[in-house]
């Protein structure tokens, strides 16, 4: 029993939709969404260009009578129908997705371009330091040596050592 039956349909060429009103027997009321999918297949338009105003049900009855307009294309809809809260939030959270891959991507080229330069900006390790006598000149090797990260570990030695001189201070 899900057969809808026009009530009246009437176009409206200033908001360029069709007002339609139509009736639907059901035992349950019918949810929004059933309501926007029994419409699209019936008046076969595209999806999310169908606005229901209202569905209505008499106490007792399993008639309800849904009140919709039906526009050409999203955007249209989009021009005339207010956006509800819902649809506002949803529209902001898909931005923010968008802007949240976008910058994924960009940190992603940064770190590799950054990959690809660090080999090039090697620490040297040895330098030449010419001496010079009256007699002759020698080239004498001095190891430079490499800046050293800190690792967890010293890190982790640090306040170890401190409370164990701590300790040792509260023993005395």
Do not use: C, W
């Amino acid at each position: 029993m899900t057969e809808l039956i026009i009530i009246s349909e009437k176009e409206n060429p200033l908001f360029q939709r069709k007002e339609v009103e139509v009736s639907l027997e059901r035992e349950v009321t019918p949810s929004g969404v059933e309501v926007l999918e029994l419409l699209e297949k019936q008046f076969s338009s595209a999806k999310g260009a169908i606005k229901v105003h209202k569905i209505a049900g008499n106490f007792g009855s399993r008639v309800f009578i849904i009140t919709a307009s039906i526009y050409p294309s999203k955007e249209a809809k989009g021009e005339v129908e207010r956006k509800t809260k819902k649809e506002i939030e949803e529209e902001k959270k898909v931005l923010e997705e968008q802007k949240k891959q976008e910058e994924l991507s960009k940190s992603k080229v940064e770190e590799a371009s950054k990959v690809q330069e660090a080999p090039k900006a090697e620490v040297p390790t040895e330098s030449k330091k010419e001496v010079s006598t009256p007699e002759e000149k020698i080239e004498v090797k001095e190891e430079i040596p490499a800046p050293e990260k800190k690792s967890d570990e010293s890190k982790e030695e640090k306040p170890e050592s401190q409370s164990e001189e701590k300790k040792e201070e509260k023993k005395e």
